[in-house]
């Protein structure tokens, strides 16, 4: 899934100053954007944005960034998940925030992806948190997860689709971490998911079509 070049996401995950969050809701949420979600996938999908749109409202007031975490896990975890070539009818497909929640499916990518958004659209600040690639210990599978980093050299906190609680990295035995991206670069996790070194290498054609679809809302 590592291609080509994940700039068009950094420059995504570094655009996230608290004065830009009211017009990335309005992003989301104006009235055209439900108009185009329900012609594409019917009432229900805008009636799924307009619970995403409550869901944030309801995390901005939340001071402790811990219990943004738990809400944002608990609430995404709900929607079903579902095989890129049983939803999308492709092998590898990363759906947007707005079509993961809007058809109500998705994968360990979509999960991650949609997490990362609501958190920053709650106010999280993006620095703390990394998209990260593991390798499932149970059946040696590569997974994606989100990864919260209070602090430098703090281990990092863990969002799973397969997972109801967040727990701490040093918990997810069963998790062994691969890679992370935040809005510094792409960098080699080590097992604790204290850091890593940075890459050089730059990769993600998928990561690229991605954001060119979140710019331009489906």
């Known amino acids: 899934m590592m291609k080509n070049t994940v700039t068009t996401l950094l420059f995504w995950l570094a655009a996230s100053p608290a004065w830009a969050m009211d017009n990335q ?3 989301y949420f104006a009235p055209d954007v439900l ?3 329900e012609k594409a996938y019917g009432i229900e999908a805008r009636d799924n944005l307009l619970a995403w749109q409550r869901l944030i409202v309801e995390g901005r007031a939340l001071i402790d960034d811990k219990a943004k975490l738990e809400l944002a896990n608990q609430y995404l975890n709900q929607i079903n998940f579902v095989s890129d070539q049983a939803h999308w009818q492709q092998e590898d497909y990363w759906a947007t925030p707005l079509e993961f929640i809007a058809t109500s499916g998705g994968d360990c990518e979509d999960y991650s992806v949609a997490k990362l ?3 920053r659209l709650m106010g999280v600040p993006s620095e703390k948190l990394r998209l990260m690639y593991v ?3 149970a059946d040696n599978q590569p997974h994606m997860v989100l990864t919260y980093h209070p602090r430098h050299g703090d281990i990092p906190l863990v ?17 062994k971490p691969i890679i992370s991206f935040n809005d510094d670069g792409q960098w080699l996790a080590r097992v604790q998911g204290r850091g890593g070194s940075k890459l050089k290498e730059e990769g ?4 690229e079509a991605l954001m060119d679809r979140i710019q331009h809302q489906i």
């Open 25 to 27: 809701l309005n992003d």
């Open 117 to 119: 958004e609501t958190l």
């Open 159 to 175: 969002l799973d689709n397969l997972d109801g609680q967040v727990r701490l990295a040093s918990e997810r035995k069963d998790l």
């Open 135 to 137: 390798k499932n210990v």
């Open 204 to 207: 993600g054609e998928f990561w």
């Open 35 to 37: 108009a185009k979600v």
